[in-house]
């Protein structure tokens, strides 16, 4: 899980902004997550590799934290616990 881990801080901390531009994609590529990048940039989830589908967020918290992470729906709860 450190990877997953230091995806979503890099994707909070170093002011990259939210939109999962150029700048962020060479910055969090330099730091060793490639993979996820690649996976976020085809669509997919960065942590599960899970296709997104349009509408599987409940709250528009979910759907910020996707606009600054590219989780799913599935790997947010994991991450930060599923709020009732």
Not at 34 to 55: H, M, Q, S, Y
């Amino acid at each position: 899980m450190p990877r997953i881990e230091e995806f979503r801080k890099v994707a909070y901390m170093k002011g990259l902004g939210s939109k999962f531009d150029e700048a962020k994609a060479k910055a969090l590529t330099f730091m060793g997550l490639g993979e996820e990048v690649a996976r976020a940039e085809a669509g997919l989830c960065p942590t599960c590799g899970k296709v997104i589908e349009e509408g599987e967020f409940r709250d528009e918290k979910s759907k910020k934290e996707y606009s600054i992470s590219r989780m799913c729906q599935e790997c947010q709860d994991c991450i930060f616990g599923k709020e009732s």
